[in-house]
C-alpha cells in the first residue's frame, strides 16, 4: 500500500459515472452487509458476465472486503479474514446456494492509484494469502467447490480471476470493478447442476452444461467493442474448422456458423494476475498480440483426454 502512486491519467479523466456512484456508496455504506448489497447491484447491471449477473441478481456471490484498516495492517489477520469468508463462501456452494465468491480490497487509494508494479505486487499479495500458496505472475491458479444433494457430492475445479477499477476506461474494461481490487471465483459447472439437482428442474430444462455453452458463446459474440476493439470473439467455421461434432441438436441460429471448441481474445481468461493489466497504457500495446486458443471444450468435450470437462464443467464425484 505505501508504495502505490496516484494515476495521472486517472486524475484529468475520472472513472465512468457507474463506476464513479457504486465506489462512492461502497466507501460511504456502514457495513459488509451493505456493501455486498450495493455491489450486487452494480454487479447485476455492469458485469459482462451473464453468469455473474445471474449470481448477484440472486444473491448468490459471497463477499470479502477488506478495508484500509485491514489492508495496512500485518498479513495474518488478512488472510484469516478472507478463509473464514472462504469457508462460509464453501459451505453455501456445498448446500447449492452459492457458486461464486469475490474478494474486495475496499480502498481509495487503491482505487485512484497507477496500475504498475506496485499494484502487481499487492495483487500478488492477496492472491498468495488467498491461495495461501505463492502466486507468480501470468499463472493459472483455481480454488476448490463443492456440491452436496440428492445422494452425491461433486467437486470442481474454479478459476481466481483479477478485477480491479484501473480497467475503468482502459482496454481491459471487461475486468474493472468499483472501489478497490478484487478476486472473483465462479463456478458455471456448479452453477448449472444447482439449477438441476437443487432446484429440481427435471432434464427436459435447458440449464444445463449446453445451456452454460450457448450463453458463453453468445456472450462472446456479442461483446460491446472498447477503446481497442473487442476482447473477445468467436472464429466462424470457415475460420477454424471445429474438430469436433456439434453438440447442439439443433444448433441455435445465431451460432449455426459459429466455433464451439476454441474463440478469439485479448487476453487469456484463465490467468489469475495478468501482467498487462499492470501496464498503465490505456490503448492496448499491438504487441500483445492476440490469443487464438480459448477453450469451450470444458462444456461440452466428455472425451477421456479432456479433464477440464469433468473438473470444471461436469464436476468429479468425491467421497471427501
Known amino acids: 500500500m505505501d508504495d502505490l502512486v496516484d494515476d495521472p491519467w486517472r486524475v484529468t479523466h475520472?472513472?465512468?459515472?457507474e463506476v464513479q456512484r457504486c465506489s462512492d456508496k461502497l466507501f460511504c455504506a456502514a457495513s459488509d452487509e451493505r456493501r455486498g448489497d450495493i455491489l450486487s447491484e452494480w454487479l447485476a447491471q455492469h458485469q459482462p458476465c451473464i453468469f455473474g449477473k445471474m449470481?448477484?441478481?440472486?444473491?448468490g456471490v459471497e463477499f470479502c472486503f477488506l478495508t484500509d484498516d485491514d489492508l495496512l495492517g500485518s498479513d495474518l489477520p488478512v488472510q484469516r479474514k478472507i478463509l473464514s469468508c472462504r469457508r462460509a463462501w464453501r459451505?453455501?456452494?456445498?448446500r447449492g446456494e452459492r457458486s461464486a465468491f469475490v474478494i474486495v480490497a475496499l480502498s481509495e487509494r487503491i482505487t485512484v492509484a497507477l496500475p504498475n508494479l506496485a499494484a502487481k505486487r499487492l495483487a500478488l499479495k492477496l492472491a498468495s494469502l488467498y491461495l495461501c500458496a505463492q502466486v507468480q505472475p501470468d499463472e493459472v491458479k483455481q480454488d476448490a467447490l463443492f456440491l452436496e444433494a440428492a445422494g452425491f457430492r461433486r467437486?470442481?475445479?474454479v478459476g481466481v480471476n483479477y478485477f480491479s477499477s484501473h480497467g475503468d476506461g482502459r482496454w481491459w474494461k471487461d475486468h474493472r470493478i468499483p472501489g478497490g481490487m478484487a478476486f472473483s471465483m465462479n463456478s458455471v459447472g456448479h452453477m448449472a447442476l444447482c439449477q438441476r439437482a437443487i432446484k429440481k428442474y427435471d432434464d427436459s430444462d435447458p440449464r444445463g452444461l449446453l445451456w452454460a455453452l450457448q450463453v458463453a458463446m453468445q456472450l462472446i459474440d456479442d461483446t460491446t467493442p472498447g477503446i481497442s476493439g473487442r476482447n473477445t470473439r468467436l472464429f466462424e467455421l470457415s475460420e477454424v474448422a471445429a474438430t469436433l461434432r456439434c453438440p447442439f441438436s439443433p444448433p441455435p441460429r445465431n451460432?449455426?456458423?459459429?466455433?464451439?471448441?476454441v474463440y478469439e481474445g485479448q487476453y487469456h481468461t484463465d490467468v489469475t494476475v495478468p501482467s498487462e493489466y499492470f501496464d498503465p497504457c490505456i490503448e492496448r500495446p499491438a504487441s500483445l498480440g492476440l490469443r487464438t486458443d480459448l477453450d469451450l471444450t470444458y462444456l461440452h468435450n466428455d472425451a477421456?483426454?479432456?479433464p477440464d470437462y469433468r473438473e470444471i464443467g461436469a464436476g468429479v464425484d468425491t467421497e471427501n
Open 255 to 261: 451460432l449455426q456458423t459459429k466455433n464451439f471448441c
Open 55 to 59: 449470481a448477484a441478481r440472486k444473491g
Open 304 to 306: 477421456p483426454d479432456n
Open 91 to 94: 459451505e453455501t456452494a456445498l
Open 155 to 157: 467437486r470442481w475445479r
Open 14 to 17: 475520472g472513472f465512468t459515472p
